[in-house]
């Protein structure tokens, strides 16, 4: 198989990204035939589809590929750009890392900060389930990921951060309203709980594995927000399960009450990266690395 044209590649790229023939033609300033066609050659070349469809558009096994690759072909080019043109004004270096909320909410600002203040970077921030981020790596659309998944895949590195402490909280009113007797199956079904959304099923494995309790037999509140849990319990209008890191504040002052301290979590982190990282994408992974140890430390 001879070179890849990556004016196809990059077609693909952006119709899987803006999930639209109409925006990736708009881009790339072509007609929407013309990104159809391109789509349609790069099948031709390779011999298979390279994205399904539907209502949203999919990558194919072999699409996730390309993309994959076309990410890290954009990579090199963006870090080797200014050392071979130094003269010429920088622009900013588009970075994308996926990350899950609680992390986010709690020590991954604070690791790239310093790289944000010395470096021109455009962050481009994935919220995603720690189970779920390295599904970001695999289709190319992000660098660099934290999960709860160890094995890294082909291609990548993982480093060990430390481990994620969560704990069943509430304010004290809503647990002598719906607790008094203590958590148990019972209590949990008639107590609002909160989960991210969905596909949130850390607070389902966690009810299931410690109460015996399935997600149909209670409700959840649904909030994409790690800052809102918190609000919420603090509120009285929900229970929430917790990183220790982010409310040890509302623990300490008895904002928040730990409602069953013989029950809790712990979710150990890992930091996923290219092995060809470099540059500024190099400095950003070792950061985060530098930062999550120390601050997650155990």
Not at 88 to 96: A, F
Not at 175 to 184: Q, T
Not at 208 to 232: I, Q, T
Not at 272 to 298: D, M, P, Y
């Amino acid at each position: 198989m001879a070179n890849f044209d990556y004016k196809l590649l990059s077609a693909l790229t952006e119709v899987i990204e803006l999930q639209s023939f109409e925006l990736a033609a708009n881009k790339l300033f072509i007609s929407q035939s013309a990104i159809s066609q391109r789509i349609k050659s790069l099948e031709e070349y390779i011999g298979q589809p390279v994205l399904i469809r539907s209502q949203p558009i999919v990558l194919t096994t072999a699409g996730e590929q390309l993309v994959s690759h076309f990410k890290k072909v954009e990579q090199l080019e963006n870090e080797l750009a200014p050392v071979l043109s130094p003269d010429k004004p920088l622009q900013p270096m588009k970075v994308s890392l996926a990350v899950n909320a609680d992390s986010i909410a709690t020590w991954f600002i604070q690791a790239v900060t310093p790289v944000l203040q010395s470096h021109l970077v455009e962050l481009n921030l994935m919220i995603e389930h720690e189970e779920r981020t390295l599904d970001k790596l695999r289709t190319g659309e992000a660098i660099g990921a934290v999960s709860v998944i160890e094995k890294p895949l082909k291609g990548y590195r993982s480093f060990r951060l430390g481990k994620m402490e969560y704990c069943l909280v509430a304010n004290k009113t809503f647990k002598n309203k719906y607790f008094k007797d203590g958590v148990n199956r019972e209590s949990l079904k008639m107590a609002p709980a909160i989960s991210y959304d969905h596909k949130d099923d850390m607070h389902v494995r966690f009810i299931a594995k410690r109460f015996d309790l399935g997600a149909s037999e209670y409700f959840c509140h649904r909030v994409r927000s790690s800052e809102a849990f918190v609000e919420l319990a603090k509120q009285g209008v929900a229970y929430s399960l917790l990183p220790k890191l982010q409310i040890a504040n509302e623990l300490a002052n008895g904002e928040l009450v730990n409602l069953s301290p013989e029950n809790e979590l712990i979710e150990t982190l890992y930091w996923h990266s290219w092995v060809l990282v470099k540059g500024i994408n190099k400095k950003i992974s070792q950061q985060i690395v530098k930062v999550g140890q120390e601050i997650l430390a155990s």
